[in-house]
Every structure is written in C-alpha cells, then in structure tokens.
C-alpha cells in the first residue's frame, strides 16, 4: 500500500514536472553591500526585469528561470565563495557577474572548472580573451579598452586636446583606464602633461588639482569612481581650473550628476548607456524598466545585465542546459538585438562595443556620437 | 608657490578639521570610561541620514537637526543600555567593548545599505553649495569649511566650559580615574557615564549633518577612511585632549596635501600614515597631548 502511495507521488510529480515545466537556475552575483554596492541594485532589477519577462512569456520551451542572487560585497575572496556555492551547490546553468574586474579576474577559472558560462559585466580589458583564454567567460559591455579609446580620441581630434592632465581612481578599473588612455595618447604622439591619482573615499584634491594647474593642462581626462568624480569636478570649479573636462564611464551616470551639481554642466563623458537615447530598443527599455521600479531610471549595468539573460535564455531555447554546450554556442552561434544593438561575441569575448560620447546640460547628458 | 602652499595648507586644515571632529567622539569615551567605540563613526552616518529623512519630510532646517540629533543622543543612551553595560556587569573589559562596537559599526552599515541603498545622495543646499567659496586674496575657502570652522570654535569652547568650569566635568574625570570610588564619594557614576555616551554620540552626529554636504550623504560616512583618520587624530591628542584631537586632525590633514603636493598622489596614505606611526613611536601619549592643559 505503501509502495503504491510512493508510486503514485512519483507520477504526480513527474506528470507536474511535464506539464508545467521544470525551472532553471541561473546565479546572480553581485555587490549588495560594502562600499561597491552601488552597482548591484542596478544589476539585480535590470536581470529580474528579463527574467520576470521572459517567465511571463512562457518561459524558455516551457521551462521557467530561477535567478539566485548572492552578494560578492565587491570582494574578490567573498566572490569566489559564493560562485563555489552557486555551482557546486546550487549547480547553477550559468553565472552573471561577478561585476567588478579584479573579483572576475580571481574567479574566472571557476566557470571553466565547472564548464558553467559567466557572463560579466566587469568592463576591464585585462581579461580579454585575447589576454585571458577561458571559453567560459563572457562580457556583457563594451570593455574599457574601447571606451576609453574613444575618450581619447573625442579628446583629441573633437576638443582639441594636445596637452592632458590625467585624474585617476586606484582600483582595477580606474588603473587599467588609465594604461589604456595613456597607450592611445601616446599613439596620437601625445605626452600626458600630468596624471594625479585620488583614491577612493577622498574629499579633497587640492593638492591634486593644484599640480594639474600648474602643469598647464588643456583637458582633464577623469577616470575615478563617482564620488571622486563629483569632488574633482567641484574642486576643478572652485580652483577656476577652466578647460575642458572628459569623463569615463562613472563619470556619465545620475549618481555622479546627483552629487556633483552645477558642477557638472559642460562635463563630457563616454558612456555604454543613455537613458535618453532616442534608439526605439532602448526606449522601450527604460519604460519597462521605470514602471517595474516605480519610476527609478536604469544605468549601464541593469541594460548590461537584462541583455545577458536575454542572451542566455537564447542559448538555453538552442542548445539546453549543458554547460560546454551554452559556451560554445554562445561564443560562435548566438545572436540576437538586444537593448545595446546587436549582441554577438567578438575576439574578446565581448557581445558588444557600443558607446556613446555625451555632454551634461545641466539635466541630461545630450548624446553627441553613438559608436558601434 | 606661495599660493599654492597656502591654498593646500587651508584645504588639508579644513578636511583635517573633519578628521578631529569625528575624533572627538572616541576622546569623550576614553575621558569617563576608558573604553574605546569602534562604532563611533557610525554616529555620523546615522545623523547625516536622520537628518535628510527629517529634511524630506519638509521639516525644515532647524527640527531636521533638533530631532536628528536628539535621536542619535537616545542612540547613545542605548548603546550605554545595551552594549556597553552588559558586558560591563558580565565581567567583559576594554576588549569584548571594543568586539562588539565593531560588530555593531557593521551592522549599521547594513541597516543603511539596506534601508536608504548603497547609493550616495546628495545633502540640500542648507549650508551653501559645495562650490560657493570666500576668497582671501587669491586663497579659497568653501563655505562649507567655515561652517565647520565655526561650529568646531562653539564646541571647544562648550567642551572647555564643561570639563574645566562645571561639576559635570570633574565628575568626568573622577568617573575615569576611579568608578568605585567616584560612587562612594557621592557622584553619581550612571549619569556620568550616559552623559559621556550621549555626548559622544552627538559631537560625531553633528559632525556627520557638517561634513555630509563634502562626503556626501553614504555609507563612506560610516565606515570610510574618515573613521580611521578621526581615530588616528584623537590618539595624537593622546586619546584625552580635545584640541589636541582637533590639532591632530588638521595636521594631518596638512600632512596629506603636502604628500600630495611634493611627493605623489598615488602614495599620499602612505606617507601620511607612516608619519603618524613615527609619532606614535615617538611619543606614544599623542604628541597634541600637552599635560599642563590637560582636561
């Protein structure tokens, strides 16, 4: 009787499975607390958004997904513990993030040895796949590399910069900036006049900027964090320093305008994403993604993130859940249009190299050039 | 040059001033109980948080800071309540206090996180924009400075007031030196020591509502380098000076712009920090700490 019972329950569960579809896990990492957090809110709800759409639609053949979210607190250690849980454990189909370039650096050899995709939006090109062979890692945005290459060269044959100063952050992603921008001056035959480090947390770059001034700087080339992004440009006004100002990335996002102010104005940046951006996909983006929300505006990393589970699901509907499989597919075969144009991967691993060249009007960043 | 050095020497006092600001918090615990509150920068956070939670509910300026402040000075009452206390009467000493600040600056730094997002915020415009400057010559002091100059003169002199011309003060010490015996000499050794925390809580509270338009309102206010360097300026006051705090911070403060100016940006905390070790070999009772004004 027992036994029948047993049986019975196994059916049940199994006609359920059938029927209603089973769920496929995919992990999310990111910082959600430390002083890197400001990234994962973003992350999180532009990947939720995909996934609650795409279960809405029915799934992948029929199949929901399941997003487990962990908390890397933007530490490399931390992170590897977390993505061991999510893959060994938790045997996650595939791993989105971890979000910051040296916690990507340090567990990127994780995804190969599970043979899980990880797609990051971690934008240092120090782990290119011409640098760094993994067939499992992927990269979400256009990487640094790209970006600050047309930083430079707005910099140069747009404003006119012939003699830069540089301010720079000193984590990964401020420091590899800040190689890449020196590579590319030098190219254009170019010395960088004089390059000022403010580390982050700082409040005070007098004495930063006051070597700036004195080198006879006629640009400033940021490439900090936001906060430190926001006193620069503050102290640049306050010292009079008036020339031209070209921001990376963070430079080019509502948290910097936010706590920068006036400031702001006439400040130009390179950016992966615009919420303003007239381009239809992106449009539809940001409505979505403000009324899910309630009306919070995305950034880079949430249109980053919301593709790559596009482009997984992609992955999943044409080659199933194994890992090898996803990988190589998504190296070779996927393609599809998401928020940021077109997604396939390149030589570095990257689905894209989109970026768009913005000056801050005292309300919004007014998009002068968008390069593919 | 000659600007230059003074433009620096201005800025690195003004930041530095934040630094002795925050310091003061941990000076005021060590005078009365000997303990050191690893979660005191936490009371800066939460007053520059309170403050614009108070502030969008269109309190206006002047309620924004009387409950902002009044709360963190019940929050000092509670830390006395519920941390300090019990590990008191369980036998704990300067340790287990220590241990459990810790814990508890982290866990505030959470609760914010959790509770207002990791994100930093702009503070309102009360004290001034952060770019509106007075000029002297051609040096340039922001207005934000000078709010924290004037605020840092009424203190010192409240505080000097209160250690040195008041009842409360001599209880302070006797408190410090003595529990038992400051007791049965009739003090009432309860009152001292929540005083202490309350005010401890409240000068580091005030301090983060100052400093939030500069650092701005972030969980950097909580557990950033800030608290490190408000420590580091209260052990130059020996760890019971006052203005000795206060001087230690804008030393290094000084000290920091200069490493900036004549060395490197890149090494700055370096050079900072190995000088402040230096002095502390030197002289570990804090080199602001001169006794024949000791409070």
């Known amino acids: 009787m027992k036994l029948g019972k047993g049986i019975f329950l196994v059916l049940v569960l199994f006609l359920s499975v059938a029927v209603f579809g089973s769920t496929i896990k995919l992990a999310l990492v990111a910082p959600f607390t430390g002083l890197g957090s400001i990234l994962g809110d973003y992350i999180k709800k532009g990947a939720l958004l995909a996934v609650d759409e795409i279960n809405a639609a029915g799934g992948i053949n029929g199949d929901t997904i399941e997003l487990a979210v962990y908390d890397d607190a933007a530490n490399p250690s931390t992170a590897a513990n977390v993505i061991r849980r999510a893959l060994f454990q938790d045997n996650a189909v595939a791993i989105f993030g971890p979000n910051m370039s040296s916690s990507v650096i340090g567990v990127h050899p994780l995804a190969q040895q599970a043979k899980t995709p990880m797609l990051v939006g971690a934008t240092s090109p120090s782990f290119r796949y011409t640098v760094i062979p993994n067939d499992y890692l992927f990269r979400l945005r256009a990487d640094d590399g790209v970006k600050v290459d047309n930083l430079v060269k707005y910099a140069v044959e747009v404003l006119g910069i012939e003699n830069p100063g540089v301010i720079y952050g000193s984590t990964d992603y401020c420091l590899a900036a800040y190689e890449v921008a020196k590579k590319k001056f030098a190219e254009y035959g170019i010395d960088i006049a004089a390059a000022e480090q403010i580390k982050e947390g700082e409040k005070d770059a007098t004495g930063q900027i006051t070597k700036l001034k004195n080198a006879g700087i006629d640009g400033l080339v940021g490439l900090t964090h936001e906060s430190e992004a926001a006193v620069s440009v503050n102290q640049m006004r306050q010292y009079q320093v008036d020339v031209p100002i070209i921001g990376f990335s963070a430079w080019g996002v509502p948290a910097f305008t936010d706590l920068a102010g006036d400031s702001a104005v006439g400040v130009y940046s390179v950016q992966g994403f615009n919420p303003i951006d007239p381009d239809p996909a992106v449009v539809e983006f940001v409505e979505k993604y403000e009324a899910k929300w309630d009306g919070e505006e995305p950034s880079d990393p949430a249109q980053a993130y919301y593709d790559g589970i596009y482009l997984i699901a992609d992955a999943i509907a044409a080659v199933g859940t194994d890992g090898a499989a996803l990988a190589e597919y998504l190296a070779d075969g996927a393609e599809i249009v998401g928020v940021q144009g077109e997604l396939k991967c390149d030589e570095h691993h990257n689905f894209t190299n989109v970026s768009l060249i913005s000056q801050f009007d005292g309300k919004d960043w007014v998009i002068i050039d968008k390069i593919f | ?295």
Do not use: H
């Not at chain 2, 003061?24 to 403050?51: E, Q």
């Not at chain 2, 269109?58 to 830390?79: D, H, K, R, T």
């Not at chain 2, 002297?136 to 934000?144: F, M, R």
């Open chain 2, 1 to 295: 040059m000659l600007q230059d050095i003074l433009q620096n020497i201005i800025s690195g006092a003004s930041i530095g001033a934040t630094y002795g600001l925050v310091g003061l918090g941990v000076v005021f615990l060590w005078l009365t109980i000997s303990r050191i509150n690893f979660a005191n920068i936490s009371s800066a956070m939460l007053g520059a948080y309170l403050f614009i939670t108070f502030y969008g509910m269109n309190l206006g300026f002047f309620l924004s800071f009387v409950f902002s402040v009044a709360l963190i000075a019940l929050y000092g009452l509670g830390l006395r309540q519920f941390i300090y206390e019990p590990i008191r009467k369980r036998g704990g000493g300067r340790l287990e206090f220590v241990v459990a600040t810790l814990m508890l600056c982290t866990f505030w730094l959470n609760l914010i996180i959790v509770a207002y997002g990791a994100l930093p915020r702009p503070f309102p415009p009360v004290f001034g924009k952060s770019t509106d400057f007075v000029s002297i010559g051609s040096i340039k002091i922001s207005v934000l400075y000078l709010n924290i100059y004037f605020v840092i003169a009424i203190l010192m002199v409240l505080i000097y007031i209160l250690l040195n011309k008041t009842l409360i003060g001599k209880s302070f010490r006797a408190a410090a030196q003595n529990r038992e015996a400051a007791a049965l000499m009739g003090i009432n050794v309860k009152f001292t020591t929540s005083l202490s925390f309350m005010m401890a809580t409240c000068v580091v509270g005030i301090a983060g509502i100052l400093l939030a338009p500069i650092y701005f309102v972030s969980v950097e206010l909580g557990g950033g380098a800030i608290g490190v360097k408000g420590f580091a300026s209260a052990v130059l006051g020996g760890l019971t000076n006052p203005y000795g705090t206060i001087l230690g911070g804008v030393c290094l403060g000084v000290l920091e712009n200069f490493s900036t100016l004549y060395i490197s940006s890149t090494y700055k905390d370096v050079i900072s920090f190995s000088v402040l070790i230096l002095v502390l070999i030197i002289k570990p009772s804090g080199i602001f700490n001169w006794k024949s004004k000791r409070v």
